[in-house]
């Protein structure tokens, strides 16, 4: 057993445009100054309810709900009128089937919703790689393990045969708190340094360098 599980957006997908437009909207929606976007897309990883606790600390629950209601209200209509963005970053889908190919089981943990990733994976046609999928709808945020526990018991996989694969270091976290291997890639949302130090063994430039360092 080698189970390989990957967060979402930041690492399988690039979706930062659509998620910033979606919380900008939500903001605007209640006449809040808008956060700026480099603070919008540190917070991606997180569940959505923490993620706008981060980026309005000083209002109240009552205030924070509604953002987090507006955005997902965002993110539905964006959905809906098809200007949602979630493309794989290049060399994503080679990767996916180059490791299912090799005898790796392929997960997902993520902060988006249920309805959310799937959306996300079938229309990127990659929904039948993946044998477990943890989300925040059933879920503490990351970086608390229940997602990773989760895929693990899910797989049939030991902590000693996994392998957790992120851009944040939520992520990093997270598999440190399962007693997992932690791999970061750089083309995300956090800096590399972040991951190393938030306990990354490895963080990989490109997805190619990624399956060459798991086949290794």
Known sequence: MKLAVFDCDGTLIDGQASICEAMEAA????????????EIRRAVGLSLPLAVRRLLP???AAAQLAVTE??????RAARAEGRLSQALFPGITDLLHELAGSGWTLGVATGMSDR???HCLASNGIADLFV??????????KPHPAMLEAALA???????????IGDTAYDMRMAQDAGVRGIGVD???????ELAEAGA?????????LGDYLAS
């Open 154 to 164: 899910e797989a049939g996989a030991l902590p000693a045969q996994a392998v957790m």
């Open 201 to 209: 063994e490895f963080v990989a430039e490109t997805p190619g360098e």
């Open 116 to 118: 959310g990733l799937a």
């Open 70 to 75: 507006a955005y997902k209200d965002a993110f």
């Open 187 to 193: 083309w995300g949302y956090h800096h590399p340094r």
């Open 27 to 38: 903001f605007a929606a209640h006449g809040l100054p808008l956060p700026p976007r480099n």
């Open 132 to 141: 477990t999928l943890q989300t925040a709808d059933r879920h503490p945020s």
């Open 58 to 60: 000083g209002a109240d």
